[in-house]
């Protein structure tokens, strides 16, 4: 089980607005930046959103980040087919000295 | 162009060693922690452990600390990940990853992955 929480499974229609939670403590998303990662099947996963809300270059604005306290989510508006992935929060956990990766959440377009 | 291009994966018996390699080009690799990462097959991602940009700090996951080394050489831009001892829950893609000076622990870059398979 991870120290991270994530729902294993989230789904939407084309055009829906949906959002990934992450769960943790004050040792890591309550003390550090928490980075987004989707992987697409067979694929590496390259980095979504960091430093909560910031997206990389070529990103679409329709994946956003926020954190509050010890969880952040992320948000996917205007879902579309290509969105179907496996998508990873994670976090720097100062106690563990461990890098530390949500469970995952695959996310399934209807 | 970035690139991380990692190698040394295969077919190995429990028990035995297998040493991974992961080459830089396109950044400034000296500048950079790298990390090592892997996905079980059906599991999630698991970070396995990383080494500072200079080598002078490295960290481990509990389920590979003792079994697995992580070292670089900035001279060849290439990091290694040393497996003893492996186990059949250690069969896994396996990836680096680049983490810029700064970056609040982010993985800028990915290699495409190398497959270990750990069976008898």
């Known amino acids: 089980q991870s120290v991270l929480t994530q729902p294993p499974s989230a789904s939407g229609t084309p055009g829906q607005r949906v959002t990934i939670s992450c769960s943790g403590s004050s040792s890591n998303i309550g003390s550090n930046t928490v980075n987004w990662y989707q992987q697409l099947p067979g694929t590496a996963p390259p980095l979504l959103i960091y430093?909560?809300?910031q997206r990389p270059s070529g990103v679409p604005d329709r994946f956003s980040g926020s954190k509050s306290g010890t969880s952040a989510s992320l948000a996917i508006s205007g879902l579309q087919s290509e969105d179907e992935a496996d998508y990873y929060c994670a976090a720097w956990d100062d106690s563990l000295k461990t890098l530390l990766f949500g469970g995952g959440t695959k996310l399934t377009v209807l | 162009q970035v690139q991380l291009v990692e190698s040394g994966g295969g077919v190995v018996q429990p028990g035995r060693s297998l040493r991974l390699s992961c080459a830089a080009s396109?950044?400034?690799?000296?500048?950079?922690?790298m990390h090592w990462v892997r996905r079980a097959p059906g599991k999630g991602l698991e970070w396995v452990g990383f080494?500072?940009?200079?080598?002078?700090?490295?960290h481990y996951a509990d389920s590979v600390k003792g079994r697995f080394t992580i070292s670089r050489d900035n001279s060849k831009n290439t990091v290694y990940l040393q497996m003893n001892s492996l186990k059949a829950e250690d069969t896994a893609v396996y990836y680096c990853?680049?983490?810029?000076?700064?970056?609040?622990?982010?993985?800028?870059?990915w290699g495409q992955g190398t497959l270990v398979t750990v069976s008898s």
């Open positions: 080494i500072w940009y200079d080598g002078s700090e490295k």
């Open positions: 990853a680049g983490d810029p000076p700064n970056s609040g622990w982010r993985l800028d870059y």
């Open positions: 396109g950044f400034t690799f000296s500048t950079h922690a």
């Open positions: 430093g909560h809300n």
